[in-house]
Structure formats: structure tokens, C-alpha cells
């Protein structure tokens, strides 16, 4: 089994090799700590018994870190529940963690904070216009680059976003223009086709040789496709907030349609771009510039389909996932094919009443609330906050677990009703699954 005490003995090292278990005990206990140092001597009293597991693939350095930092930073005995989250075969996803996300985030500060506090795993994108930041708090922070995991993205853009030739007089434009709120992030190199040197680009950009993660960010090969799987970024998480809420109706469906109709015609052109992305990104890490690579807000049917053309695992795919729109179809393949899954945008959903409901019962935040129920569905979790005592109060998710009548309430909200990228569209419409926008009553795509 893969025990706590295993994710331990990997930690020592950096390249997922298992550590010797004579090294497995050596990790520092703050002085006068008797609560660490009880917890740590149960803990390494485990490592022989864990490193004749051979039967697992070890765990990478960034997936044992919130355990790491719950022992030597916060001093306490981990919970029960969490040991036994560990303590699943390899085909269950590994320990989930919980890492900032740096989107929107532009203050160093905040990073440094972070890593101050004991977070590890770093989650950033070329498109969020944050990596110099990152490197001045990895500077700032006195921790070394290889105690680090760090994730980043590329490929958000299309190759062109020029509009089809039936609609530039409709749009009034021949390219599609991209909102004012991403204009001054969007760099040339983030586009499909030019993942490697957007990767080379972001190495510099993060001081560093190579990234431990690099995702796609996106499945969109066309300016409709990438409006259109955008839109509810408009109108569920409020980032264009000049768009009255009365047209999203119109916007939202007007969109929708184009797309469709878009995404039966270029089937095969869709997919041979999708498959040169992730084969630039395998280059990439031929090349040792990404140890590891992945896919982010692509639907089951697009990661299904990369079984035909990838020579490399898919490491991990990072998805919206919060009680409303659960993606039950990704958590069940990335389960089922040993990727890791990593969720975003609980955030959203605090001034939920059953979030509220449960957070009032236990003494917690809705946002607790939230973020543990991913942890206890074996989801990685990516919260982001400019706040000091919000970072403290996200890493406090592994102190406590909810009950399973919780779990259930939180459970039958799902509504398959997303917030920020509506990619089920882009799918074929045979393939397609049911999905709902946000403010949207009904599917707006049906399963075939």
C-alpha cells in the first residue's frame, strides 16, 4: 500500500526514486515541539515497512508536500482520514494537496508568504503575466529551486484567430479580437503549435531550467471555439463585467450555435492540432525542459482520444470541479487511467447556503467546506488569495473532514453548471456530454 510513511521516503528524492530508509527519519522537528515529534516518530517508524511496497509507483516530490508541511510546519498529528486516503492501491489518484493558484494574483509578497507558510507547489501560466513575480518570491523565499514543484501553462490561444470567411461581416471583424481584460498578457508564443518555445519562453521568464509540470491550458483550435468555451467566464465568474446579465442569453447561445456548427466541420483539422500540441509538449520534455505534462479544461472524449497519438502519460489534467458542476466523467477516467487531478474554482461557490449550512455546523469557512470536500473526492486543489490569513486558513483543509451526510448534501448539488470554461462544446456533438453554463436552466448539448 502506499502509506504516509512512503510518501515520505520519496520526498528525500528529487527524482521519484525511493529514498533509503535510513534517510526517512532525518526530517527536522522544530525544537520543543513534542506534537511534531510524536507524530514524526510514528511516521518514519513506518518507512522499512513501506519501501518493500515496490508494487506502486512512487509519489513525486510536490504530491507528498501538504503532508510534509501538515508534520514539520504546523507541528500537529495529521488526521485519521487523510492516512487512510494514502493508503489506496496506485490506480486511485495520489494524496491530493492543496497549492495556490497564481491567477490574478501580482504581488510577490503573497507568493512569498506562501512558501513561508510551507506551500510547495506553485501553480502559474504564461497567460496569467506572473511568471517574473514567481521567480522574485522563489528568490525572495530562500527555498531552492528543487524543493519546489512547479506547474505552468501554455497553448491558450489558437493558431489564428481568424473568423470564418461567412462571418467577418457579420462580426465586423476578419479576426476575432480578444478581450481587453487578457490583452496585455496574451504573449505571441502562447498559441497552439508553438508550445516549445512558449515553454522556452517561461523557463527565462521563471529563472529556472526546466518546469516539474507543464499543461496545455486549453482545447480550443479556433477563435469560435475558444469565444465561445470562454463565455462563461463573462457571465458565471464576472471577469468581463461590462456584458449585462440580460444578453448572456443571446451572447451565450449566438456563440454556442457558431462553434457547433464549426466543430462538426473541422473534426480532423481539430484533432491534428490537438495532437501536434501534446506532441510539442512530449518534445518538450524529451528535451528535459518539463519533467512531467499534461492537459488542462479537455474533456474526457479529448483525453480519450490522445490514447491513439501520445507516447507519454498524461500526468495530470486540472479541471473546474467544485459540488456544482462535479465532472463526474473526468473524475471517473482520471481515476480509472491513473492521472492526477487537480480542481479549481470552489472559490466561486462560498456564499452557497449548503456550503454555508455545513461551514456554520463545524466551525469552519464555506470555503473550507469546499475546498475539503475536493480533498476527501481524492482532487487536488488550486485556491488562490492575496491574503496571508486565507493562505493559513486553505492549508487548515487537512485539520478536519466531513462527515459523509456532508459529503452527500454537498454531492447532490450537481448540476454540471460551469463557471469558466464551457469545453464539453468543442466536442463532437456524438461524443459530446451534457453540460450546463452558468445562468443556464437547461443542457445546452446533448450526449449521442
Known amino acids: 500500500m502506499v502509506t504516509a510513511a512512503k510518501v515520505q521516503a520519496r520526498a528525500s528524492s528529487k527524482d521519484g526514486r525511493a529514498a533509503q530508509p535510513s534517510d526517512a527519519g532525518r526530517t527536522e522537528i522544530p525544537e520543543g515541539d513534542p506534537a511534531a515529534s510524536t507524530s514524526h516518530s510514528r511516521f518514519a517508524s513506518e518507512v522499512s515497512q513501506a519501501e518493500s511496497q515496490e508494487a506502486w509507483e512512487p509519489l513525486s516530490y510536490?504530491?507528498?508536500?501538504?503532508?510534509?508541511?501538515?508534520?514539520?510546519?504546523?507541528?500537529r498529528r495529521y488526521d485519521r482520514q487523510r492516512q487512510d486516503a494514502l493508503s489506496q492501491p496506485r490506480k486511485i489518484r495520489p494524496p491530493p494537496d492543496a497549492h495556490p493558484g497564481t491567477a490574478g494574483i501580482q504581488q510577490v509578497s503573497t507568493v512569498v508568504e506562501a512558501i513561508r507558510l510551507g506551500y510547495r507547489t506553485l501553480d502559474t501560466a504564461l497567460l496569467y503575466g506572473n511568471h517574473h513575480l514567481i521567480r522574485a518570491a522563489i528568490a525572495q523565499s530562500g527555498v531552492p529551486?528543487?524543493?519546489?514543484?512547479?506547474?505552468?501553462?501554455?497553448?491558450?490561444?489558437?493558431?489564428?484567430?481568424?473568423?470564418?470567411?461567412?462571418?467577418k461581416d457579420a462580426f465586423g471583424f476578419d479576426f476575432l479580437p480578444v478581450p481587453q481584460e487578457i490583452v496585455p498578457r496574451v504573449h505571441p508564443l502562447n498559441v497552439k503549435g508553438k508550445e516549445l518555445p512558449a515553454i522556452q519562453l517561461s523557463l527565462e521568464q521563471l529563472g529556472t531550467s526546466y518546469l516539474d509540470?507543464?499543461?496545455?491550458h486549453t482545447p480550443a483550435t479556433s477563435a469560435l471555439e475558444l469565444a465561445a468555451s470562454f463565455i462563461p467566464h463573462a457571465?458565471?465568474?464576472?471577469?468581463?463585467a461590462q456584458l449585462p446579465k440580460w444578453s448572456e442569453t443571446m451572447v451565450r447561445g449566438a456563440l454556442t450555435a457558431l462553434a457547433s456548427q464549426e466543430v462538426q466541420r473541422r473534426v480532423e483539422e481539430a484533432h491534428e492540432e490537438r495532437k501536434k500540441s501534446w506532441q510539442n509538449?512530449?518534445?518538450?520534455?524529451?528535451?528535459?525542459?518539463?519533467?512531467?505534462?499534461?492537459?488542462?479544461?479537455?474533456?474526457?472524449?479529448?483525453?480519450?482520444?490522445?490514447d491513439a497519438y501520445r507516447t507519454a502519460p498524461i500526468y495530470n489534467t486540472q479541471q473546474e470541479l467544485h459540488p456544482l458542476a462535479q465532472f463526474r466523467d473526468v473524475q471517473e477516467y482520471a481515476r480509472d487511467a491513473g492521472v492526477r487531478l487537480t480542481g479549481y474554482g470552489t472559490g466561486i461557490l462560498t456564499s452557497n447556503a449548503v456550503a454555508r449550512q455545513v461551514a456554520a455546523r463545524l466551525g469552519r469557512t464555506s470555503g473550507q467546506v469546499l475546498l475539503r470536500w475536493a480533498v476527501q473526492r481524492g482532487v487536488a486543489v488550486t485556491p488562490k488569495s492575496n491574503k496571508a490569513w486565507r493562505l493559513k486558513e486553505n492549508l487548515a483543509v487537512l485539520e478536519f473532514e466531513?462527515?459523509?451526510?456532508?459529503?452527500?448534501?454537498?454531492?447532490?448539488?450537481?448540476?454540471?453548471?460551469?463557471?469558466y470554461w464551457n469545453t464539453s462544446l468543442l466536442v463532437p456533438v456524438a461524443s459530446a456530454p451534457t453540460s450546463t453554463v452558468a445562468g443556464s436552466p437547461s443542457s445546452s448539448r446533448a450526449e449521442l
Open 62 to 75: 510536490g504530491e507528498q508536500l501538504v503532508l510534509e508541511t501538515y508534520l514539520r510546519y504546523r507541528g
Open 145 to 167: 529551486r528543487e524543493d519546489l514543484f512547479l506547474t505552468s501553462k501554455v497553448g491558450f490561444l489558437p493558431s489564428s484567430m481568424e473568423l470564418p470567411e461567412e462571418h
Open 213 to 216: 509540470l507543464c499543461l496545455i
Open 235 to 240: 457571465y458565471g465568474a464576472g471577469m468581463l
Open 281 to 306: 509538449l512530449e518534445e518538450a520534455q524529451r528535451r528535459g525542459l518539463c519533467k512531467h505534462i499534461g492537459v488542462s479544461n479537455y474533456p474526457t472524449a479529448f483525453m480519450k482520444e490522445m
Open 402 to 419: 466531513l462527515e459523509d451526510k456532508d459529503m452527500k448534501l454537498l454531492d447532490a448539488l450537481d448540476q454540471q453548471h460551469v463557471f
